[in-house]
């Protein structure tokens, strides 16, 4: 019979209780002067009292030294998480509170979370500056001048961080964090079947969301062309391809080296993954669809049959998925974010196509990767932080925290004292200097047909102020709802959050653009 243990030192009798076998039986402890005791069960005070007269040193302490060591462990995870601003429940049942304890998660102040933030932040800026640079150039090459419904793929298949990269490596940060990687067998399991599932959904969504650049093209134009329809569907598929595969070796490396050197993957990971995201993405559709463009004049036939290859690939990649438990789960139900996520982003590309075909708004390129970058990073760190402290905490579908309104007011989301309030804090101060940093870089290069006047960086600094704003809060308040509906956020809130982003950076921006050119704010190498 297991046996609690109350260490104690204190005047007078030491009043006890011990739990055994769902009965709650007192202990008396039999010293009334100051001494180090410990309690001993005893069945019922009549059975106690008998001992006790029958017993010539009844004077004497009884002392047993009996201590639960998984007790004890559960009260360090406890402090643990109180520490880090969760709540537990009292339970009689220590042993069911252990079992849900998975680990104790990694103590951080606002100058940690900062530190580690920072620079992954500003090499994902400087990913975003490049990838910027290169549509800066791009957009004047012959693809993208006679099929213009490639820029409608930019937002989605750069997107594709968000909803395939950056879900990766919030779902291997969070197994990483909670044990599920720690031996050679596991690790290698979680990785190959993250990186087939990843293959599954790339091929897939870089098929629907060339249906959805054939499609919005189509609508106001009013005519569709086959050959620029397969050749979207192509140079699409191949893009989503070969940069997730890319993309997904870099993240695996980057977060069993940041476990290995004590860092917690969730702050490091997914800016890497947009650090050389977008600039891969940009330039391989780029260079695949000038290619393929090029090719169609001579053999047409050649994008159909990268298209069909890509596709017979798939099946391959469905038999090694399946084999993963955790990986099978996201084959059968993770495609609805995902699909939304594309549909989403390829609105914030038709306006993107509209816009940048203006002459007097081509200069609006080189920002768009950059403010939907900045915006995506820092949303996708917090999510992804949020998501591993609510995996420590419990099991989908229990909150942590039992009186947590359903809509989340603003003022707690940023202001709260918990660990996710002050997280959102330091994410939120990084917008500006950020942006800062990018802008003077984007500048110093001579990158865009855009001069940097006061005007044109009040303007931008608040659309990404507020772009930001939305997307902390937004995240806050969508990982902890689909939490509480027993849905793993890993698997579902960073493809919304970062969709959202590409749509409210590329609205905004226009926004911006707009409203510069209708006050005079504009500049005579417009186009240029």
Not at 299 to 316: G, K, Q, R, S
Not at 400 to 410: S, Y
Not at 421 to 438: D, I, T, W
């Amino acid at each position: 019979m297991s046996t609690n243990v109350a260490e104690t030192k204190k005047e007078g009798p030491v009043p006890g209780y011990h739990h055994a076998s769902g009965a709650v039986h007192p202990v008396i402890p039999t010293e009334t002067r100051p001494v180090d005791c410990e309690l001993k069960e005893v069945t019922s005070l009549t059975k106690r009292t008998e001992q006790q007269e029958g017993d010539s040193d009844a004077d004497r302490a009884e002392v047993v030294v009996i201590k639960s060591r998984a007790n004890a462990k559960g009260v360090l995870e406890e402090d643990a998480l109180l520490e880090n601003g969760s709540q537990s429940n009292d339970s009689d049942d220590t042993s069911t509170d252990q079992s849900q304890v998975l680990a104790p998660p990694l103590k951080e102040t606002s100058f940690s979370i900062g530190l580690q933030v920072l620079v992954p932040f500003l090499l994902a800026g400087f990913g975003t500056v490049g990838a910027g640079i290169v549509l800066d150039i791009v957009q004047h090459w012959t693809v993208f001048q006679e099929v213009t419904e490639v820029f409608i793929l930019v937002p989605a298949l750069l997107g594709l961080k968000g909803n395939l990269e950056m879900t990766l490596a919030s779902r291997l940060s969070t197994a990483a964090n909670i044990g599920h990687m720690d031996t050679a067998k596991e690790m290698w399991g979680m990785i190959v079947g993250n990186l087939a599932l990843i293959q599954v959904q790339a091929t897939v969504v870089g098929f629907l969301a060339s249906i959805a650049a054939v499609i919005f093209g189509w609508i106001p134009e009013g005519h569709f062309k086959m050959g620029h329809a397969v050749l979207l569907c192509a140079s699409s598929v191949a893009t989503a391809f070969i940069a997730s595969l890319l993309l997904g070796l870099i993240m695996i490396g980057v977060i069993v080296g940041a476990r290995k050197i004590g860092i917690n993957p969730d702050n490091v990971a997914t800016p890497i993954a947009a650090s050389l995201g977008d600039l891969i993405t940009l330039a391989l559709l780029s260079g695949i669809s000038e290619g393929l463009y090029k090719q169609m004049q001579a053999n047409d036939y050649v994008n159909t049959l990268v298209c069909a290859v890509f596709v017979a690939l798939t099946p391959i990649w469905i038999v090694i998925a399946r084999r993963t438990p955790s990986t099978r789960e996201v084959l059968y139900s993770g495609w609805e974010p995902v699909i939304i996520a594309m549909a989403i982003s390829s609105v914030g590309g038709l306006i993107l196509d509209k816009t940048v075909s203006d002459p007097n708004f081509a200069g609006m390129a080189v920002f768009t990767p950059v403010i939907n970058g900045v915006g995506g990073n820092l949303v996708a760190v917090q999510a992804s932080r949020i998501s591993t402290y609510l995996h420590m905490s419990g099991l989908p579908g229990v909150e942590p925290q039992a009186n947590r309104p359903k809509c989340l007011n603003p003022c707690s989301a940023f202001f709260g004292s918990g660990l996710n309030s002050r997280s959102a804090r330091v994410l939120f101060l990084l917008v500006v200097p950020g942006h800062l940093v990018f802008l003077y870089t984007i500048s110093s290069m001579q990158g865009g047909h855009t001069t940097l006047t006061s005007v044109f960086m009040a303007f931008y600094l608040t659309v990404a102020l507020l772009q930001v704003l939305i997307l902390l809060y937004m995240a806050d308040w969508m990982v902890h709802w689909m939490w509480g509906r027993g849905m793993d956020p890993d698997n579902f809130s960073i493809p919304y959050l970062t969709s959202l982003g590409d749509l409210l950076g590329t609205g905004f921006l226009a926004l911006s653009f707009h409203i510069l050119w209708l006050i005079g704010d504009r500049d005579s190498d417009v186009g240029d």
